[in-house]
Structures are given as structure tokens and as C-alpha cells.
Nanobody, 118 residues
């Protein structure tokens, strides 16, 4: 599975942005897809994930502001970011958890930079 993320950029505080991630390869084996972010100097953290069955998990800092959507058939996952704050500035990574045999393997996209600044 390969992941291609897009949609990052510069946005003003309070603004919105949409990130997209498209998987290629054996997308039928993808269990969970979602987004993580890494703020400079900090560990990578959960933003939002969605399982194939529709279970969603959000990081505490983005609840109520970000919305994840996923198309299982197309192998895509999008993240709508609203009410952005400077603290949301980070590199955002798309992640897919893929069932390979009897184990789950993690795949990461290349990351897309989101900068929130006036």
C-alpha cells in the first residue's frame, strides 16, 4: 500500500483547510485509515482515524473542529480542518493499517505541512 497526501498549506487563524489522502495497492485489506500530526519538537500524535466499519477516533485537541471522512471503495481518507489555531501548525501524516496475513502493518504517507499564521 502506498499513500499520497495532499492539501496542506498556509491558512490564517480561524480558517479552514482540507487534507486528502489516497491509497494505492491492495486497498481492500486496509483496516483503519487516518491522520496523525507532528508538531515541531514533539512526538507524533493522533488527529483522527476511521475504521473500515466506521468507528471514528479523534485526538482531544481537535474534537469539534476537525472532521474525518473515508471512502473504503476508493481507498481515500479526507480531513476537514476548521477553526484552525496556530497550535495546529504541524506536518500531517496519513496512515493506513493494513491486514497482511494474520498481522496488522502500518503504512505512512509522506506528510503535508499545515501552517496556521496571520
Amino acid at each position: 500500500v502506498q499513500l499520497q497526501a495532499s492539501g496542506g498549506g498556509l491558512v490564517q487563524p480561524g480558517g479552514s483547510l482540507r487534507l486528502s489522502c489516497a491509497a494505492s495497492g491492495t486497498i481492500a485489506d486496509i483496516n483503519k485509515m487516518g491522520w496523525y500530526r507532528q508538531i515541531s519538537g514533539k512526538q507524533r500524535e493522533l488527529v483522527a482515524t476511521k475504521t473500515r466499519g466506521g468507528i471514528i477516533d479523534y485526538g482531544d485537541s481537535v474534537k469539534g473542529r476537525f472532521t474525518i471522512s473515508r471512502d473504503n471503495a476508493k481507498g481515500t481518507v479526507d480531513l476537514q480542518l476548521t477553526s484552525l489555531k496556530p497550535d495546529d501548525t504541524a506536518v500531517y501524516y496519513c496512515k493506513a493499517v493494513v491486514l497482511e496475513g494474520s498481522s496488522l502493518e502500518d503504512y505512512w504517507g509522506q506528510g503535508t505541512l499545515v501552517t496556521v499564521s496571520s
